[in-house]
């Protein structure tokens, strides 16, 4: 049976070699168009046992046809070879006409999806902040009232104020009754001595609204290096009143004392107060982390998050799913933040940013059991001032599925902003 079959194999090289090889026509032969035909040739014969096939003979030696019971081993043998071989054959016959078709002339580049830029709209706000130095740090809804913190609430006011709008005369504002600025509502704040205990006060940061239970953050510059202090506090609505302890202070970590980075964006989620550094970036850090405390700030826990270059300067409250946004803002003026966006490079650059180093935009983070990650939602570019300012936003609330609502402080002025929520582009 060995013999047999090296026999077979040497017939169908012989076929082979003398009708061409992989490189191309040899001489006396017809190239690999003519394959097919002589793989054909050479397994019918291998199949059949005939002519010089299975039983061709050594010169000189002559052999018998094999008869009876013997060819009727064979049979099935030869049977199973040509189906075995038949695939093979029809691969040499595409390869033979593939080699006959013309090559595909190259095809251009998909085009890139066009990247809609959200408009701004300002809000016009009443006095007393409808003062440029007013410097809003942060809001957060309340049920259906939004509170805006400045960073300095003792200058306004006795004792200090936060202050809170109302979220209808915001929709209606929205919806064409634009007669005049937006009505805002001192609420009186009791810093608890925290301003006077932190050394080289900057100024609140951040806020986030849980209930009855409030908590802020504040950055402070001391022995040559930026710190941040995230601290808890109590709600009272109906009275319009708030409140930190300076007992519930404790410091945040911060991973590096480049300018005036620390801790502005935290958010609520199920128990877990999440506070988040300002600069995520591979440019600053190389394991960008966010911190999430137990809801007495007693301890936390550092869990990964996905890399986000530029500053992260505010995040809106996240929803079951744990989903929320966050301000991500780039001035041309800060060198040290200068960095490739993997996010422009998979989503393109607005009309305003394409002509423009600076950058404003609106992106979705997600809290999950291994920390906090980007989603696929597409990041929302903002269009920028037509004077190329760089606006620093500082803080970001949802306005349900109209848009966002942000603020800025005195860098160029104090905004209050609607951005709709349409716009964006999928990555490419």
């Avoid at 007393?128 to 049920?143: K, N, Q, R």
């Avoid at 951040?206 to 402070?220: N, Q």
């Avoid at 022995?223 to 009143?241: I, T």
Wanted: hydrophobic residues 40%; charged residues 25%; proline residues 8%.
């Amino acid at each position: 049976m060995r013999a047999w079959l090296a026999r077979a194999l040497s017939v169908l090289l012989r076929r082979l070699s003398a009708n061409g090889d992989g490189a191309g026509p040899r001489a006396g032969g017809a190239g690999p168009a003519a394959w097919p035909r002589a793989c054909g040739r050479a397994v019918a014969m291998l199949a059949i046992g005939g002519g010089r096939g299975m039983n061709e003979a050594p010169s000189g030696v002559v052999r018998s046809r094999p008869s009876g019971a013997r060819a009727g081993r064979q049979t099935p043998i030869a049977l199973a070879l040509w189906l075995v071989a038949a695939p093979w054959l029809d691969g040499c016959s595409v390869s033979a006409e593939v080699s006959r078709r013309p090559a595909r002339a190259p095809q251009p580049p998909a085009p890139r999806a066009e990247v809609v830029e959200a408009p701004v709209v300002t809000l016009p706000l009443a006095p007393p902040l409808d003062d440029p130095t007013a410097e809003l740090s942060d809001l957060a809804w309340a049920g259906d009232e939004l509170f805006l913190l400045p960073q300095f609430p003792a200058r306004f006011g006795a004792g200090g104020s936060l202050f809170k709008i109302r979220r209808a005369d915001i929709e209606r504002w929205l919806d064409g009754d634009r007669r005049g600025a937006l009505d805002v509502t001192p609420v009186a704040f009791d810093g608890g001595g925290v301003v006077e205990r932190i050394d080289g006060f900057q100024g609140f940061e951040a806020l986030a609204i849980e209930g009855d239970r409030l908590y802020l953050t504040a950055e402070s510059r001391s022995e040559g290096r930026m710190r941040a202090h995230l601290m808890r506090g109590e709600l009272d609505v109906g009275r319009a009143r708030a409140g930190v302890r300076a007992d519930t202070m404790v410091e945040l970590p911060c991973p590096g004392s480049l300018g005036n980075l620390s801790y502005e964006a935290l958010t609520v989620y199920r128990g877990s107060v999440v506070t988040f550094y300002e600069s995520n970036g591979h440019a600053i850090v190389s394991e960008p982390a966010a911190l999430f405390w137990d809801e007495l700030l007693h301890s936390f826990e550092r869990r990964p998050m996905s890399p986000l270059e530029y500053r992260v300067t505010g995040a809106s409250a996240a929803d079951a799913a744990g989903r929320f946004w966050v301000t991500n803002v780039f001035w041309p003026g800060e060198k040290a933040l200068r960095a490739d966006d993997p996010i422009a490079a998979a989503y393109g650059r607005g009309a305003t940013h394409a002509r423009s180093e600076t950058v404003e935009r609106l992106v979705e983070l997600r809290i999950g059991p291994g920390g906090v990650e980007r989603t696929p939602t597409a990041p929302l570019q903002l269009a920028l001032a037509r004077d190329e300012r760089t606006r620093n936003w500082e803080g970001i609330a949802r306005l349900g599925e109209r848009g966002f609502l942000l603020v800025a402080d005195e860098h160029p002025t104090t905004i209050l902003a609607f951005v709709p929520s349409e716009g964006g582009a999928r990555p490419r």
